[in-house]
């Protein structure tokens, strides 16, 4: 071990190796690497970065090390470490909120780590030179080579370069309100060069589902789970040993007493009259239930000393801000926002965001989100280069199926 020509087995030692040196340098310096570069700076160290790998390959291109870095043990063992870190992006929270052990190592903000830094370079470094040495005497047959490795190669580099360049800023707009100002993630203010006025939120909910909950924690048990069904006029359905129907549906109803009325005043809330028959011992209850809104407490049915009988909370199916948009141009026009369909605005991508989840649908709070990722182009062209490098591998191994045939 550890003679050249380097192996799976050294490369594989090299990539985790870094990996833990990662891991420690983010445990003692836990803040360092909390601000990716921004703008012209990620542009410069870029550049730099560009270079150098140029210039490692025509002035070191005989070197053992050098040739080692763009094998395919080197190019394996770095995409393995990579594909794992990303795994964990994935499946742990990255927002800080785990254990302040779990947090110091890195593992709840894996883009700004130590350890994601030191395996995107092992992993740009390697594949950076593996293209320069595969293209520095091009030759037609390298060409679907070039667009799907120089594509991959430029997405990272996006990615990586490009963090600090991102901006997901949130706007918390009443109804009435004119606001020109918006939120990062750390609570700072931001002025901004246009401006949205809240006519009006819209929201339509679902009804709620019937469901037996634990008197003990009002939790929903597992066993019970799939027998939950949507609350609706003149439904008969069975949940465990209750039989329950449904007797009156309202969708905008008050409390009084231990009755229900339908009335739309603010902080009415879904009311449902049940009646509910034990089909182990014919017992027989009524009455109604309902989630409760933010001016009312949830009302339930008790079945026994173990469990109640319910209504979850309504999702919503739909909602919708109508607003007017302003610039500083000058512009004016009115606008309907929507979920999953963004507007875009003085280059920025504006979605809807949320709405206040405590006041249900009779918020008057709409919550906006703004992006600006000026990396993105760069990322589609590293997209587009690998697709035509897929389609140009098929078509040349396509032909030469058939020349053989």
Sequence with gaps: MWKFPWKFRESFAIAFGLLIIGFALEFITPQVLQNALEYPANVIVGSAFILILINIHFIFHSNKLVKWLSSVPAAISAITVLALLTLLIGFIPQDNSMGSFINRLGFTHLLQSWPFLLIVIYFQVILGLTIVRRLSRPRLKDLSFGFNHLGLWIIVFAVAFGRGDLKQWNMYINEGETVWYAYDGKRNKHNMDFAFKLKDFKIEQYNPKVAVFSAEDYSVPKNYKDAMFVAE??????????????????????????????NKMEGSSFATFVKVKNTDNGNTKQGWISPGSFRMKPTTLKLNSNYILGLTKPEPRRYSSEMILYTKEGVKKPVTLEVNQPISVNGWKVYQQGFNEKKGRWSRLTILQIVKDPWLPVVYTGVFMLMAGAVMLFWTGRRKKNYEL
């Design 233 to 262: 006029e003149n439904i008969r359905q069975k949940i465990g040993e209750w039989q329950i129907k449904i007797d009156t549906v309202y969708n905008y109803a008050i409390r009084q007493n231990k009755r229900f009325f339908q």
